[in-house]
Structures are given as C-alpha cells and as structure tokens.
C-alpha cells in the first residue's frame, strides 16, 4: 500500500476512458471493498450493481477514505467478516495472465501497486478461507 500516490488517483479519476487494465483492477477492488463500503451500492445479494469505472471514479473522490478501507481489508478477512463472493467474482480477471502487476505498472504507479494488493489480498483471503 505504501507504492500509492493519492495524488494520481485524483488524476486517473479526470480520465473519461481509462485503459481496460486499469478499469479491471478496480474492478476487483470494488468487489472486494463490496458491503464494506458505502459509497458501493449493492444488490440484494451484497454484489455491486456497478463494477465499473464510473463506480471506481466515486471510490477515488477520496483518495484517503480509500485508502483506509483497503488497509482495514485484512482486518475483516480475519474476523471472517468478508463474504466469499466478494473474492469469487474476481477470479476471471485474476487468472487473466496479462492481469500482472507488471503489466499495470506501465500504465499507472499507483495501479500497478493496487494490482498488488488486489493479488496478495486475495492469497491471504484464500489462506484463511
């Protein structure tokens, strides 16, 4: 978490059409941030009714808040707080191979270093499940 520049999630947010990459790895934080955030609106099965990226511009209008709730992430896992489909969703982005780390960080620091947590976060989940 330490990698994000809050201030180019102010600059990615004033994008109209980010590269797909980038909407993707949102994408997974929504789902993940799912019941635990909200500003995410969810059905009545607790699945975002918005994956994408107007949703993610809504999560970065406050890069700090976002921030926060991504560091507190850990914290529901281990209360087992954090319902499974929030992590189900995302795997058929995650076993895409061009979703790496590598590959986001030519097209954004601060996603490349989302794209972290959202791989490492999901082992973790996957360790404690």
Same mark, same amino acid.
């Given at each position: 978490m330490?990698?994000?520049?809050?201030?180019?999630? %102010?600059t990615? /947010? !004033?994008? !109209?059409?980010p590269p797909g990459m980038i909407v993707q790895v949102? @994408?997974?934080? +929504?789902? +993940?941030l799912a019941t635990f955030d909200d500003s995410i609106?969810?059905? /009545?099965n607790g699945k975002p009714k918005d994956v994408g990226w107007k949703q993610a511009k809504i999560l970065m209008g406050n890069p700090q808040h976002l921030l926060e709730k991504l560091n507190n992430v850990k914290g529901y896992i281990d209360e087992i707080k954090v319902p499974l489909r929030n992590f %189900?969703?995302?795997e058929?982005?995650?076993?895409?191979p061009e979703f790496t780390v590598a590959? +986001?960080?030519? /097209?954004? /620091?601060?996603?490349g270093g989302l794209c972290d947590w959202v791989i490492n +976060? @999901?082992?973790y989940f996957e360790v404690v499940l």
């Open positions: 330490n990698g994000l520049d809050l201030n180019e999630f %102010r990615l /947010k !004033a994008l !109209a059409s949102f @994408t997974c934080v +929504i789902n +993940i609106e969810v059905d /009545k %189900r969703s995302n058929p982005i995650l076993s895409n590959n +986001i960080l030519t /097209k954004s /620091k601060s996603v +976060i @999901t082992k």
